[in-house]
């Protein structure tokens, strides 16, 4: 563990931030996975802000003349004020992971804003935790784990954890170290492949027997899942069919974003009608109806503002494009639209006219500030 200032009785609070911050630190923790330690711009002192475990910052860069936007949850605990940690994982044709993963280093600047998200356990919302994920959906149980060991919480914390092969299970000997010091703390790992090494852990996926093997009293706890969709879908189905509440169940989603245009002004047509709501993009003075998906017949309308200002080369920013990280939000001056998914938005922004351009699709004719 770091030696830096660990505040055991300040409680984290959030607070909107934007600036900079410079790079401390570059970990390789297994392979085509880094830590990169964020220090405040000036590279001492205190980060301008705090957070809560769980949360994520959205990063931006300039890649290829285009400007890129991702979120990454902090691995860090909030206890350690000085800096915090993003565990990135690189994608094989990633345009901002591999960026960060081959190209960032100590020193250099990252342009950030956040922190964001409700997917956040401090211990105040339930007496214990169960932590499952897989893969470098780990992030945000990390820091939960680290900052409930470090504050002594008095609850019982499973924290169950899937990956490949043994060689990808992060952070295992630090969560050894944790155990010693947090005897509530329970560690289940499973490997899907462990055929050819040594590994003497649980094997297979993550199933209802190791789930109920793992966390006695399952139907009664408080779960978080973080992984890939394919294993959080089959890990909520399981838990589900165990009995488990649905409102027991919370998910973090870290995003499909589809491959977008390389440059700014690069457009993406669709080859549907154009006959769906007009969208008036007023601070670029363009407007244009949205498409209507073909194999759905013309209602509802499946554009949202989000894929038709990408046709218009109008530069909303975006990350997630999946209502989880609020990048993508713009003020709505007039009409109506529909939004699947608005976790992003805060009472505030409703009230302020503000949607996600990622989820809103026209009810009517509407105009955005863009
Ligand atoms: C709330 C939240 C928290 C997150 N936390 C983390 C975290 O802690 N750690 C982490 O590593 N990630 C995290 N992510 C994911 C992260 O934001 C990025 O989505 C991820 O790094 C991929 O971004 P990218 O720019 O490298 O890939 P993109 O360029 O956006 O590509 C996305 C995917 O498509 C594939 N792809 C790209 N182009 C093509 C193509 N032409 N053909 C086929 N496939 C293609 C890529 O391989 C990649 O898998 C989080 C996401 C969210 C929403
Ligand atoms: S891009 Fe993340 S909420 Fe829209």
Redesign the pocket.
């Known amino acids: 563990m770091s030696e830096s200032t660990i505040l055991k009785d300040a409680p984290p609070v959030t607070a909107k931030w934007s600036g900079y911050l410079r790079v401390g630190s570059v970990v390789n923790e297994i392979a085509n996975?880094k830590t990169i330690r964020l220090l405040p711009e000036s590279g001492e002192g205190l980060l301008p802000f705090t957070f809560v475990p769980g949360q994520?910052l959205n990063v931006a860069f300039f890649i290829g003349g285009a400007r890129?936007i991702?979120?990454?949850?902090?691995?860090s605990s909030p206890t350690h004020r000085e800096y915090l940690d993003?565990?990135?994982?690189?994608?094989?044709?990633?345009?901002?992971?591999?960026?960060?993963v081959d190209l960032l280093r100590v020193g250099d600047l990252v342009e950030a804003g956040g922190p964001?998200?409700k997917?956040t356990f401090d211990g105040s919302e339930a007496d214990n935790i169960v932590l499952i994920s897989a893969g470098?959906?780990v992030?945000?149980m990390l820091s939960i784990t680290r900052y409930l060991t470090e504050q002594a919480w008095d609850g019982e914390i499973f924290y169950i954890f899937s990956c490949s092969y043994p060689s990808e299970y992060m952070f295992a000997e630090e969560l050894v170290s944790l155990q010693k010091k947090n005897p509530k703390l329970h560690i289940a790992v499973t490997v899907t492949r462990p055929e050819g090494t040594d590994w003497k852990g649980h094997r297979g996926r993550i199933s209802k027997e190791f789930l109920t093997e793992s966390v006695p009293d399952l139907t009664a706890r408080r779960i978080h899942i973080c992984g890939p969709s394919g294993m959080m879908d089959a890990t909520k189905k399981l838990l589900v069919e165990l009995g488990v509440p649905a409102e027991q169940i919370k998910i973090?989603?870290?995003?499909?974003?589809?491959?977008?245009p390389a440059a700014a002004g690069t457009t993406a047509k669709s080859m549907s009608p154009a006959s769906g709501p007009t969208v008036n993009f007023s601070s670029s003075n363009k407007s244009s109806k949205t498409h209507l998906d073909m194999t759905n017949g013309d209602s509802p309308p499946e554009q949202t503002v989000l894929e038709l200002s990408e046709e218009l080369g109008i530069g909303i920013d975006f990350?997630?494009r999946?209502g989880?990280?609020g990048v993508c939000k713009v003020k709505m001056t007039s009409g109506e639209v529909d939004q699947e998914v608005q976790d992003s938005l805060d009472d505030d922004d409703k009230a302020n006219g503000i949607i996600l351009a990622c989820q809103a699709k026209p009810r009517s004719e509407i105009t955005v500030e863009a």
Not at 70 to 75: A, D, G, V
């Open positions: 996975v994520f890129m991702r979120s990454y949850s902090i691995s993003l565990t990135i994982r690189r994608e094989p044709r990633g345009a901002v992971s591999r960026h960060i964001v998200g997917f470098v959906g992030t945000p973090e989603a870290f995003g499909t974003p589809k491959p977008t990350s997630c999946i989880t990280c």
